[in-house]
């Protein structure tokens, strides 16, 4: 009996060690191989129709960006992302309790926060702590030299409407008046604060201004409202051009934030001719960033629906910061990692090399910046009209907000 006992102790212990090494080991698995993890929280919306139609596609966007980047070498030391994600409400109190969160139940090494209510409120947080934050869709006002923490890599409607109102005057020069919709929070107003800026150094008119609710569902009383300025241009969400239309709207259309699915609900027929002006692999833009496009089919193929402007930013974020930590040589090292991103040091993205800048917007110089494309609706695709590169977009934002 104690032999046969004896020999199942042996088979057991051999079970265990072969279960183990086929699963993996876990962490302790990747501490063995050298490889360390770096923590980082990500603040999106995940509930509600602003996790629809945002948050859930970016959460898998930063998933697949860290999946691209796999381990990466800093100093001398491997490393691979751990994200750990969180619902930030897209709303103040949201963001606050998952930076909160972040900082106290995981103790994170860095942090994003998508909205720019949930953004601005985790800054005195990560200020306090000196952890960096990323923030997507706040305006240039959020950052500045008393948050040296903060910075932002998803496009910013602040360095690209100077460029869509340079482009505009230019080719459209019958265009005067503008009228103005989006969303009634943070966000929407980091975009119209940046289209009116721009718009009065061009000596362009704003004749209407609508901030609509997140949850509105009945836009007509809008556009019937936005009808009666009579503009030239309306900068406005899909929904809206097509009302207008409706109802017998023959001036320009732009949209700030477009969606693919957004156009197909629409119709293409009823967008045709619509322009946009932030950075995306649009149509013909394609060919000019293969890895970009190639990363946009991949998302689509693996999760069955559209990677939103937002959602292919996202994924960019992880190339920026690990660009960041790798030509810092630290990922311990705040003040280290700060002074690299301020170097004005290009990091390897999708869409080429891109470095932060913007030190004329925001006094140190903490955003990303991207090309600009001026694109507008055609058939069932997208035509590139032309194209600013990164440092012509920086150089028109700059003398705009000089």
């Given amino acids: 009996m104690k032999k046969?006992?004896?020999?199942?102790?042996?088979?057991?212990?051999?079970?265990?060690?072969?279960?183990?090494?086929?699963?993996?080991g876990g962490e302790g698995e990747e501490e063995a191989k050298g490889v360390r993890e770096l923590k980082w929280g990500i603040g999106i919306p995940l509930t509600g129709s602003v996790g629809a139609v945002?948050?859930?596609?970016?959460?898998h966007a930063f998933h697949l960006g860290a999946e691209k980047v796999g381990v990466f070498t800093v100093g001398g030391e491997q490393y691979r992302w751990k994200l750990i994600v969180e619902d930030n409400l897209w709303s103040t109190a949201g963001g606050t309790a998952a930076a909160m969160k972040f900082v106290y139940e995981y103790d994170v090494d860095f942090m994003h926060q998508a909205g720019a209510d949930p953004g601005v409120a985790a800054q005195p947080i990560c200020e306090e702590r000196g952890t960096i934050l990323d923030i997507?869709?706040?305006?240039?006002?959020?950052?500045?030299?008393?948050?040296?923490?903060?910075?932002?890599?998803?496009?910013?409607?602040s360095l690209h409407a100077p460029v869509f109102f340079d482009w505009l005057t230019k080719e459209h020069p019958e265009v005067k008046r503008i009228a103005l919709?989006?969303?009634?929070?943070?966000?929407?107003?980091?975009?119209?604060?940046?289209?009116?800026?721009?718009?009065?150094?061009?000596?362009l008119?704003?004749?209407?201004?609508?901030?609509?609710?997140?949850?509105?569902?009945?836009?007509?009383?809008?556009?019937?409202?936005?009808?009666?300025?009579?503009?030239d241009l309306v900068i406005t969400s899909d929904t809206i051009v097509v009302i207008m239309r409706d109802m017998g709207y023959e001036g320009l259309a732009s949209m700030w934030y477009p969606t693919i699915a957004g156009i197909e609900r629409q119709g293409w027929d009823n967008l045709q001719g619509t322009l946009i002006w932030i950075p995306y692999p649009y149509g013909e833009w394609r060919e000019r960033f293969?890895?970009?496009?190639?990363?946009?089919a991949e998302f689509q193929d693996r999760w069955g629906f559209?990677?939103?402007?937002?959602?292919?930013?996202?994924?960019?974020?992880?190339?920026?910061?690990?660009g960041a930590l790798e030509a810092a040589g630290t990922v311990d090292d705040a003040d280290k990692i700060i002074e690299s991103m301020e170097s004005g040091v290009k990091y390897h993205t999708t869409m080429g090399d891109l470095g932060y800048g913007g030190e004329v917007l925001d006094g140190v110089g903490h955003m990303i910046v991207w090309p600009t494309p001026i694109v507008e609706i055609?058939?069932?695709?997208?035509?590139?009209?032309?194209?600013y590169t990164p440092d012509e977009t920086e150089a028109i934002a700059s003398e705009v907000y000089r």
């Fill in 290 to 296: 293969p890895e970009a496009a190639a990363l946009v």
């Fill in 378 to 387: 055609s058939g069932e695709d997208f035509h590139v009209i032309t194209e």
């Fill in 306 to 322: 559209e990677m939103h402007p937002a959602a292919f930013w996202a994924s960019n974020v992880v190339y920026c910061l690990t």
């Fill in 136 to 157: 997507a869709a706040a305006s240039r006002e959020a950052f500045g030299p008393e948050r040296p923490h903060c910075f932002q890599v998803a496009a910013s409607w």
């Fill in 54 to 59: 945002v948050g859930i596609a970016a959460d």
């Fill in 205 to 231: 008119e704003i004749v209407a201004k609508e901030m609509t609710p997140l949850a509105m569902v009945e836009f007509y009383p809008t556009a019937t409202r936005i009808m009666a300025r009579d503009p």
């Fill in 181 to 203: 919709q989006a969303s009634d929070d943070v966000t929407g107003y980091s975009v119209t604060d940046a289209l009116e800026e721009a718009a009065e150094y061009y000596g």
């Fill in 4 to 24: 046969w006992l004896s020999a199942a102790a042996v088979v057991v212990l051999c079970l265990v060690l072969v279960i183990g090494i086929a699963c993996g």
